[in-house]
């Protein structure tokens, strides 16, 4: 019925040498100055009850053999309290004085006997809440039939219809019926919960204070509560949320209280102080991809009242330097769809490629109802290359795309579980202000998921393809290329390609990639890993891929996890050696 667990062996050993301590070296007790004058020996492997017991009895120390002698009755009562509570009534505690003149000790053996299980639990809810599908979907597990009794889930199991009620707005709600009767002579226990909800609480009218930079229009698009709602706490703070991370505010509090109803229906109160509308960033970083790197952001916040914003950014490192910028205007909901207009100019010189690239474009992104993004685009791309060192070519291409995506994790910077999944369309076509006929198809799937607290499984997959009626039209930028930190590790930055008759990579048709890497948690922030990573650019779906395999460490930073990998490439064919791979961001 009882199972060992980790530790056990290791108790009994402490155990043993208690006694020994206790009987045979009353000299070397004596000689400490402060120390656990009442010791506990729960019989069988019962670590629940021994650490419960414990914890019950706390610190006794500095006590006289009689005042010692007094506080036995009061130990035993603290004991027996101990294992009531996680469900064993009838023990039997037998107590042995070791007396020394200056540190006198008592032990107390216990025998827990027959536990006290959970015969019946039955739990009512009446009133309106009886008919919410929202108040109870799943009741806490335990207490569950044929348990032994813990007094903490029955507190758990009250506690949850509690927050419940107040989650949703029952705050009339009380408890008419609850008791646990315990037989202890039987060895039984009932558990009876009846809560009477009362009417649900609703939501008013939703007020601002503060916030006159911004046209009130603005301020009411983030407002998805509507006056008569029934309240939800959630619905609060989704509305605290969507303020704090607009951009707009340093200071956002919402408050609904209860005290403020009237006739059941809360106002709610929203109080914001808004930024500073500029600020200015820079960086240092670095990634084995592209080394040291340099990056400049400046960003005006809000630049009128109806919530427009502008921004420019700029990145220089050895093998890519950019600049851009952006404005946007917010639509309804402005937490989610947004006009972005953007310019920007980027040069890059990677392994045979040299390529300058100048774009004008326009997107309009807007939240479906299905928690699906979708961004619908219109952008012009001037591009100016060489490949292997061959003589410039230059192309002009206007890309339509739509593209859609999904992000679902419990944590920003460090998730324990979510996914993402990304698809991306564009083309180009002659007749219309471009120099080839092109189709670019991206999808991007990741997911992550943790098991047994310290165990992750981090898994990646991507494909690309290019349709085209001339390959050699088609401008670097929109070919592929593997390899590097986010792709196959074990082999350079964008090194998988095809290859012309000269060697040189002019990049692939197709990109396939994926990876799977299992990671464990060493202590707090820090992790181990180990990955399997397989992929390659590609002219044909049935060329070979590249192999990578290799471990890391991964620090959880206040800004994101940072990884620090060495991987082996197993294709020398393909470049694959060993290689040192660093880079920081989010893993979703």
């Known amino acids: 019925m ?64 009689q005042r010692l002698r007094r506080y036995i009755p009061t130990a035993v009562g603290q004991v027996e309290q101990a294992l009531k509570a996680l469900g064993y009534y009838q023990p039997t505690i037998e107590s042995q004085m070791f007396e020394d003149t200056e540190l006198p000790t008592v032990l107390l053996t216990v025998i827990p006997g027959e536990p006290v299980r959970v015969r019946t639990v039955n739990v009512t809810i009446r ?29 758990a199991l009250r506690q949850t219809i509690r927050n419940r009620s107040l989650i949703l707005g029952y705050f009339d709600g009380e408890f008419t019926k609850r008791t646990l009767l315990v037989d202890p002579e ?11 909800s009362g009417e649900r609480f609703r939501l008013g009218e939703v007020t601002f204070n503060g916030g006159d930079e911004f046209d009130r229009s603005l301020l009411d698009r983030f407002v998805e509560i509507e006056s008569g709602d029934y309240y939800h706490a959630d619905k609060i703070a989704e509305l605290s949320g969507d303020l704090s991370n607009s951009g707009y505010f340093a200071e956002v509090l919402v408050d609904a209280p209860q005290e403020d109803a009237v006739d059941r229906v809360i106002p709610v109160s929203v109080r914001v102080r808004a930024r500073d509308p500029r600020s200015v960033s820079a960086g240092v970083g670095y990634s084995t991809d592209v080394g040291p790197r340099l990056r400049g952001t400046w960003r005006e916040h809000w630049i009128n009242e109806q919530g427009h914003r502008r921004g420019a950014e700029t990145e220089l490192a050895k093998p890519r330097q950019s600049i851009s910028g952006w404005y946007e205007i917010p639509l309804d909901p402005p937490m989610t769809d947004l006009w972005r207009f953007s310019s920007g100019y980027l040069r890059e010189d990677i392994e045979d490629v040299e390529s300058e690239r100048l774009t004008f474009g326009q997107q309009w992104q807007h939240e479906k109802d299905n928690g699906w993004l979708q961004i619908l685009s219109l952008r012009w791309e001037g591009e100016r290359y060489s490949i292997g060192g061959e003589e410039t070519n230059r192309s002009y291409l206007l890309l339509p795309g739509i593209g859609y995506s999904k992000l679902r994790a419990d944590s920003p910077l460090d998730p324990s579980r979510g996914y993402r999944v990304q698809f991306d369309l564009t083309g180009a076509h002659r007749e219309v202000f471009s120099t080839a006929d092109v189709l670019h198809l991206n999808v991007l799937v990741k997911g992550l998921i943790t098991f047994a607290d310290k165990h992750r499984l981090l898994t990646r997959f991507q494909f690309g393809g290019v349709a085209t009626n001339d390959f050699d039209e088609v401008p670097p930028s929109l070919r592929f290329f593997a390899g590097g930190d986010q792709s196959v ?27 799977v890497e299992y990671q464990y948690t060493i202590a707090d922030r820090w992790r181990l890993a180990a990955f399997f990573d397989r992929g390659n650019a590609i002219d044909d779906l049935f060329d070979p891929l590249a192999t990578g395999v290799g471990a890391g460490i991964r620090w959880i930073s206040p800004v994101g996890p940072l990884r620090l990998d060495i991987a082996k490439g197993l294709d020398p064919e393909f470049g694959g050696d060993w290689r040192l791979h660093f880079s920081m961001g989010p893993e979703l």
């Open 2 to 65: 009882f199972s060992r667990q980790p530790g056990a062996a290791q108790r009994s050993l402490r155990r043993f040498a208690v006694r020994c301590l206790a009987g045979l070296a009353g000299a070397l007790l004596a000689a400490i100055a402060s120390a656990q004058q009442v010791l506990v020996e729960v019989q069988g492997d019962y670590d629940n009850l021994q650490d419960n017991a414990e914890a019950f009895i706390g610190d006794v120390e500095g006590r006289s053999e």
């Open 127 to 155: 009133g309106p809440a009886q008919d919410d599908p929202f108040f109870l979907p799943v009741l806490p597990e335990k207490p569950a039939v044929g348990d032994v009794l813990n007094h903490g889930h029955y507190d």
């Open 489 to 515: 590790r074990g082999y350079g930055y964008e090194t998988l390609s095809p290859e012309d008759r000269e060697g040189v990579s002019v990049g692939g048709r197709y990109l396939m990639a994926g990876s």
């Open 186 to 196: 039987n060895h039984t226990a009932d558990i009876e919960l009846e809560f009477v």
